[in-house]
Nanobody, 126 residues
Framework: QVQLVESGGGSVQVGGSLRLSCAASGSTYSTYSMAWFRQAPGKEREGVAVINGLGSKNYLDSVKGRFTVSRDNAKNTLYLQMNNLKPEDTGMYYC????????????????????WGQGTQVTVSS
């Protein structure tokens, strides 16, 4: 079993930055893919960024060039550096992880991730 705990959320102005962290514990594997998802009020959850065990990454188009996903396997921690934040980035941010399979190669598809954290809130105001 894997436990995930997110931190680093908060309220920022448009154009500001935040760095989210996700600490993993339990049966963690450096080969697992780790991903960030977000859910805005009244909207479906969407994948934001993923990094697999080999360091390959994938991003939601709307965050490319602004967000950077990284991981520190020695610390079992996933990060999301978010720069130039916009109001549409507001939402609850969740980290997720799961074993990599051919059908789930650096994917932002929710069904590929069986383990989820509780989320951290990000609010961007203009």
């Amino acid at each position: 079993q894997v436990q995930l705990v997110e931190s680093g959320g908060g309220s920022v102005q448009v154009g500001g930055s935040l760095r989210l962290s996700c600490a993993a514990s339990g049966s963690t594997y450096s080969t697992y893919s780790m991903a960030w998802f977000r859910q805005a009020p009244g909207k479906e959850r969407e994948g934001v960024a993923v990094i697999n065990g080999l360091g390959s990454k994938n991003y939601l188009d709307s965050v490319k060039g602004r967000f950077t996903v990284s991981r520190d396997n020695a610390k079992n921690t996933l990060y999301l550096q978010m720069n130039n934040l916009k109001p549409e980035d507001t939402g609850m941010y969740y980290c997720a992880t799961g074993p990599e399979r051919p059908a789930c190669w650096v994917t932002l598809r929710e069904s590929c991730y069986p383990y989820w954290g509780q989320g951290t809130q990000v609010t961007v105001s203009s």
